[in-house]
């Protein structure tokens, strides 16, 4: 069966086989995204006949809901099981009028970041483009009639630059004004810093927002904790950033997770504040999210103050990223690891 959410010609093919007029195809997907249709039989103005036909050959979901959890705080985080078993998680962020939606660009992830849980198996493999938009509607299902999705962030599990392939098809459908019509300014693709797929982006389209994740800012401390940069190193890494803030004219984020005892003292702020050297750029500080199993802490409330306190004494524009979701281990990886340990063996 063909996934309406793959991207392609396919569907206008495939009407004009039924003898159907192909403009159908644009009504098909109005009522898949912005009259969020469950089903064929929902779309009513739609032919009898063809409803049923649609039925038999397109598939609207190819992902089963394994989990849904929800927050005080109003988080909700989806466990979507895939077709083939796999799991990816993806959540619902409410902050105000913000609708923002955290997604999954690959199962599990090769980059091997030592304090993050999506990486602790490796990567299994890189979801389809309709896997990634099928996350998208579904966390728009949870809205009600009146309230839209307004930001994308991809920071679910895996490295979206190594998947660049699937991703920006299904990027294209969130910004498409036919699709979800959410403005390329207020989607953000998070990266390890891969200076390829950074250039990628920068050639293709540089309207996204990128976030680049540091955590250190000296290559022998930025090796350990992200094992990725031994090969690529710090200086790649800006300059490739550099190249996006010059074709985007936008402001970059550098993300920066604090570890207890690990890269959180005033002496790592301040080698922070001279790697930037002056860019415009905001730094997203992370206080870690505890990760059962791995053996790094939280900052202490201390550290972390005289953390932000010399990047702002220094005037580096700094947000801390509130934590929401906690209980429901919103954080990246963590409950589709929750859900594999305590799956009955064999
Ligand atoms: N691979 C991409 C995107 C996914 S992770 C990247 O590296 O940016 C999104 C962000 O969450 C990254 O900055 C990542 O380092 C961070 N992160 C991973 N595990 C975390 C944890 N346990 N607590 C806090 N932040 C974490």
């Known amino acids: 069966m063909q996934h309406i959410l793959e991207p392609g010609d ?3 093919a495939w009407l004009a086989e039924q003898q159907q007029p192909v403009w159908r195809a644009k009504a098909i ?4 995204f912005a009259r969020r249709a469950a089903s064929f039989a929902d779309m009513t103005d739609l032919p009898k006949g063809l409803r049923v036909a649609l039925e038999g050959a397109v598939q609207i979901w190819t992902t ?4 849904h959890n929800q927050a005080d705080d109003g988080t909700e985080k989806l466990l979507l099981e895939l077709h083939d078993g796999q799991r990816i998680e993806c959540v619902l962020l409410r902050d105000g009028d913000r609708r923002t939606v955290c997604i999954s660009s690959q199962v599990g992830c090769a980059m091997g970041c030592v304090f993050c849980a999506s990486g ?32 994308v962030v991809v920071m679910g599990m895996g490295e979206p630059l190594a998947n660049l ?33 950074i250039d990628r982006l920068t050639a293709e389209n540089p309207g996204y927002h990128l976030a ?8 022998t401390l930025r090796t350990q904790l992200v094992p990725v940069n031994k090969t690529i190193g710090l200086a ?54 505890t990760v059962a199993g791995l053996p790094w802490r939280e900052p202490t409330q201390g550290s972390r103050e005289r953390f932000l306190d010399v990047l702002r004494d220094a005037g580096v524009n700094v947000q801390v990223r509130r934590r929401k979701g ?15 340990q305590q799956a009955p063996a064999g």
Request: charged share 20%.
């Open 64 to 67: 089963t809901i394994a989990r």
């Open 165 to 197: 392939d699937r991703l920006l098809p299904a990027l294209a459908t969130a910004q498409d004004p036919d699709g979800l019509g959410i403005s390329q300014r207020r989607i953000t693709v998070s990266t390890v810093g891969l200076p390829p797929g």
């Open 29 to 32: 997907r109005q009522w898949l």
């Open 120 to 151: 602790i198996d490796g990567v299994v493999r890189n979801l389809t483009t309709g896997e990634i938009l099928e996350q998208l509607l579904r966390l728009q299902h949870l809205l009600p009639a009146e309230e839209r999705l307004s930001h």
């Open 326 to 340: 906690a209980r429901i281990d919103a954080a990246c990886g963590q409950l589709r690891r929750l859900a594999v």
């Open 236 to 289: 790649d890494v800006m300059a490739a950033a550099d190249r996006y803030w010059e074709a985007s004219g936008r402001r970059l984020t550098f993300e920066y997770v604090l570890l207890g005892s690990v890269n959180d003292s005033p002496e790592h702020a301040k080698s922070l504040v001279r790697l930037l050297g002056g860019r415009a750029a905001l730094v997203n500080v992370i206080p870690y999210n």
């Open 212 to 219: 680049v994740s540091l955590h250190a800012a000296d290559d």
């Open 10 to 12: 396919w569907l206008a």
